[in-house]
Every structure is written in C-alpha cells, then in structure tokens.
C-alpha cells in the first residue's frame, strides 16, 4: 500500500470529487463514475502546520514529538549516467528523419566556442574574386558564371548588358552618348566622333551619327559600318587640304559602300537572324563637321543637326532636312508642317543607306556662324521630343559649350524622360567664333 493510499485511508470524504455523488465510509472508487478516490488530494487541515516537527520539535513548540517506527525506506534511483554533454555536441534528428550534423544555437549572447545568432547579411557578403580565364567576363548579377558567346551567364543564366547599350565619348572639342532607350530591345543606333587637324594646323572637329532601319535586316551592324566608314574617310581627306564640304560628300558614299558590303555577304546574315526575311541592311546618316571658321553638314535620311547660339540673343535653327514622307509633303506644298508630321506616314522616310536604297543623293551644306554656339547632331529618337529648333535650344544646358558631354547627357535623359520609344544618339559640338567674322558659304 502506497503513502497515498494511507492518507486516503485516514481522510473522510462525503461525496465524490469529481462527480460530487455522495461516498460511502471504505469506498476506494466512486460507485457513480468510478473515479480512483485514492488520487484526490488530502483534503485541507483544520490549521497548516507540519504533522512532523523540524528538529524533533512539536509545530505548536511542545513536547518532541513520537519518534516515527524505523527509517523511511526510499526506491532505489534509476541509474543515471553522470556524463555531461555540451548541447552543441548532440545530434538530432530532423523531421525527415535524416541527422542533424549542423552546430546548435542558443538564444544567448554566444560565448568563445559558439556560433553568433544572426546570420551575416548576404548583401556585406563579398564573394571571393574570381579570376575568369583569359579572353572571358564575368557575370554582373552573380559575379561568379562565365559569359558565353550569346550574352548569358553560364552559371545564373543572367542575360548580360550589351556593350552598345549605352555608349558615351568625350574628346576635347566634340561629345556623343547613346542609349538604348525604353521601349528597343537592342541600340541600333551609332556614332562616331574625332578630331583631326587640317594642312595649316588648325583643328577639324567631326561627330558622325547613324540610325538603323528596323525593317532592314542587321540594322545595328549598318549603322556602325556607316559611321566608322564616314569616320575615317574624313579623317583620310581633311589632312589633306580637301575642303570639308566636299569631303563629307565623299564620307557619305563611303558610309554607303560599307552597308551596301554587307548585303553581299547573304550567309552571315542567314546565321544572324535565320527566322527572318532577309532584305538589304539600311541605316541613315548625318554628321558635322567644324574646321576653320566653316560648319558643315551632311545627311541621308531623317537625323538632323540643329544650331543652338551660346547667348541665346538670336534664334536657334535646324540646319537639315528631312528625307521624309511628311518633308516631301511640306515641300511640294500638299500639307503645311504640323498637318505632315501629324500623319500615321510622316517618319516615312524616303532616302538611307543600303543596297536597296533609291539612287543615292548625299546632301550637304556649309555656314559661317557669326556668334559662338553649339551644334546639336542627332537621332529622331531625339528630335522626337524636341522637334523644333526652339523646343530643341530650351532643353540645351547655358553650360553646353563648357560641358558637351554634359549636355549630351541631358539630352538623351529628356528623350528617356519622354518615353524612350526609340534608340537615342545625340553628338555635341561647341563652336567658337571664328576670326575672320560673319559670311555665308
């Protein structure tokens, strides 16, 4: 018999605890519920003292009270090994089943040999550098994949930003920037910009911009042929005492022979592009060139070049015309201006560069400014937000002779701001005013 059951034994109870039906003296189970009356508590004491004094003493501090019959006899205690483990030494098991080899973790400052808490932020968390083999690049979002030859990483798959996504240049006299825009998935457009010196010493300044036909096939590889060719040809010629007008004609039918050179070879394209129509690459072309006290012009298609003065006293102006649907219009008096370009056809365009191209009509002018001022050569990605001279002169910074590569980055950013529906190119050259004054040419 259990202690329990002793003070049971010794205790009346009148009706059940857990039922309250009423009990009967030397019931051991509630005869209603069958309750186990040897579990109810000892019911309380009239006054809670202890039943053995401390020390031999009666709890009123009396007489020693009877001394119990022998020693209390205790079960014997399971054995329990003494050997201490550090909870980081234990392992677990998940909830799969599968071990848990990993250090454990405790919500208290960590000591010496323990782990901290909180994991370090993976955006402190600088990678080991890589050192990719020679002749490869690394991948910009996880820093870790190759690149292959398609744009992607080898690694995340990640496509990689194209290098003709957004280009800047800036020599000393002359600056360009262009930008894929918002809406292209490619930047089909090109610029090419440099400086020489004629046969007297004095500067030549030239800036070349190109905008491939989207219809035409490979237009991206059109419009960087063209500029580089137009490049170098007036790099070749100016040197060499051929006046700059006559050499940007020349630079134009070299930008023409370089697109139509491609059309010639059909199996590049096919690899290319083998899902599409193959047609004649296209792209067109304008360009600036400043040399002693001259400015001038050449295009094909519809960039333009536009003149803003540096004092703003006198009016800005568009050196260029269109070879345009809507230009054609306008000057066969059919439609005013705002009517032509209001039309679905207007940026229709109506001469470029290209095997497919109708007889090829270089256009090209030549100014004496009067004053100080910048000349703007741009794309219509551009002008599309800033079509007239005064729209276009409002949005050139009072700095742009100082900062050309400034003010061709604001001008690219308000065609972004715009809405970006096209690629954007846009070269900047200060003019100085040139000695010998005011002319035309």
Not at 13 to 34: I, K, N
Not at 72 to 81: K, L, Q, T
Not at 190 to 204: E, K
Not at 270 to 277: I, L, N, V
Request: glycine share 8%; charged share 20%; with cysteine.
């Amino acid at each position: 018999m259990s202690q329990m059951r002793q003070l049971t034994e010794g205790a009346e109870m009148s009706s059940c605890p857990s039922c309250e039906e009423p009990l009967e003296t030397g019931d051991l189970y509630c005869g209603a519920c069958g309750f186990d009356l040897s579990a109810a508590p000892e019911p309380a004491a009239a006054e809670d003292h202890p039943t053995i004094a401390i020390n031999g003493a009666s709890a009123q501090g009396g007489s020693p009270a009877e001394e119990p019959a022998g020693p209390v006899e205790w079960p014997e205690a399971p054995d329990i090994s003494t050997d201490t483990s550090h909870p980081g030494e234990l392992r677990g098991t998940d909830s799969s089943g599968g071990d848990l080899t990993g250090e454990v973790r405790f919500d208290h400052p960590p000591g010496p040999d323990e782990y901290a808490l909180q994991a370090p932020d993976p955006r402190t968390v600088v990678p080991p550098a890589a050192t990719p083999p020679a002749g490869t690049k690394l991948c910009v979002a996880c820093r870790t994949g190759t690149v292959d030859q398609d744009g992607y990483c080898e690694h995340c798959g990640h496509a990689q930003p194209r290098e003709r996504d957004h280009m800047e240049r800036e020599l000393d006299a002359v600056a360009a920037v262009s930008d894929r825009g918002l809406r292209h998935h490619r930047n089909e457009d090109a610029f090419a910009v440099s400086a020489t010196a004629l046969p007297d010493g004095s500067p030549a300044v030239v800036a070349i911009v190109c905008d491939g036909v989207s219809s035409a096939t490979r237009p991206d590889e059109a419009s960087a042929a063209a500029s580089q060719a137009a490049n170098e040809s007036l790099l070749a010629s100016l040197p060499r005492g051929t006046h700059p007008q006559q050499a940007m004609h020349d630079a134009i039918i070299a930008a023409s022979d370089a697109v139509n050179s491609l059309a010639q070879d059909p199996a590049h394209a096919r690899e290319h592009d083998p899902h599409r129509h193959q047609n004649a690459p296209a792209c067109t072309i304008v360009g600036s060139v400043i040399a002693g006290g001259l400015l001038v012009v050449g295009w094909v298609g519809d960039s333009r070049v536009y003149w803003v003065p540096e004092d703003r006293t006198s009016p800005a102006a568009r050196l260029t015309e269109d070879d345009s649907w809507a230009a054609q219009m306008v000057a066969a008096g059919l439609m005013n201006e705002a009517e032509a370009y209001a039309d679905e056809r207007a940026h229709a365009i109506t001469g470029w560069l290209g095997a497919d191209a109708y007889e090829l009509e270089p256009h090209t002018a030549s100014f004496k400014p009067d004053r100080a001022g910048v000349v703007v050569v741009c794309t219509d990605g551009l002008w599309n937000y800033a079509e007239g001279a005064a729209e276009m002169a409002a949005v050139v910074p009072a700095d742009a002779a100082e900062r050309p590569l400034h003010c061709a980055q604001v001008l690219v950013g308000h065609a972004l701001d715009g809405g970006g529906h096209d690629n954007v190119t846009v070269a900047v050259l200060p003019f100085s005013l040139a000695p010998q004054g005011a002319g035309s040419a």
